[in-house]
C-alpha cells in the first residue's frame, strides 16, 4: 500500500508560478511510475506530467510543455511538479498517482492521492 499526499496548491495570478509536492508513504516511489492528473469542472481528469521509477525518462501533455517540470527525489519520498507561466486554463485539482504501465493513462496508476487545489486568476 502506498499513501500519497499533495501540497503546494493555491491562488495564483496569470504568469506565475507556483510547485506542488507529492509525498508518499509504505513502499518508495522507485518502485512506481508517478504521474501527475488535473481535473477542472465538469472536465475528465486528464493527464499533465509522469516521471519513471529512477528519473530518467519525463513525459509531459502538449499543454504544458515547456511550462511544467517534474522531477523526483527518492530518498525522500517526494516527486515534485514545478509549474511555470501559468494560465488561467491550468486552473483544476492536481492529484499525483503512482503505478506502472501506460504514462498517460489513468487506469495504469492503482494510487492516488487527494488532490490539490490550483488556481490561476486572469
Known amino acids: 500500500q502506498v499513501q500519497l499526499v499533495e501540497s503546494g496548491g493555491g491562488l495564483v495570478q496569470a504568469g506565475g508560478s507556483l510547485r506542488l509536492s507529492c509525498t508518499a508513504s509504505?513502499?518508495?516511489?522507485?518502485?512506481?511510475?508517478v504521474g501527475w492528473f488535473r481535473q477542472a469542472p465538469e472536465k475528465e481528469r486528464e493527464f499533465v506530467a509522469a516521471?519513471?521509477?529512477?528519473?530518467?525518462?519525463?513525459f509531459y501533455a502538449d499543454s504544458v510543455k515547456g511550462r511544467f517540470g517534474i522531477s523526483k527525489q527518492n530518498t525522500k519520498n517526494t516527486v515534485w511538479l514545478q509549474m511555470n507561466s501559468l494560465k488561467p486554463e491550468d486552473t483544476a485539482v492536481y492529484y499525483c498517482?503512482?503505478?506502472?504501465?501506460?504514462?498517460?493513462?489513468?487506469?495504469?496508476?492503482?494510487?492516488w492521492g487527494q488532490g490539490a487545489q490550483v488556481t490561476v486568476s486572469s
Open positions: 498517482a503512482a503505478g506502472s504501465g501506460i504514462y498517460y493513462s489513468t487506469s495504469t496508476y492503482d494510487y
Open positions: 509504505g513502499r518508495t516511489f522507485n518502485s512506481y511510475l
Open positions: 516521471i519513471t521509477r529512477f528519473g530518467s525518462n519525463t
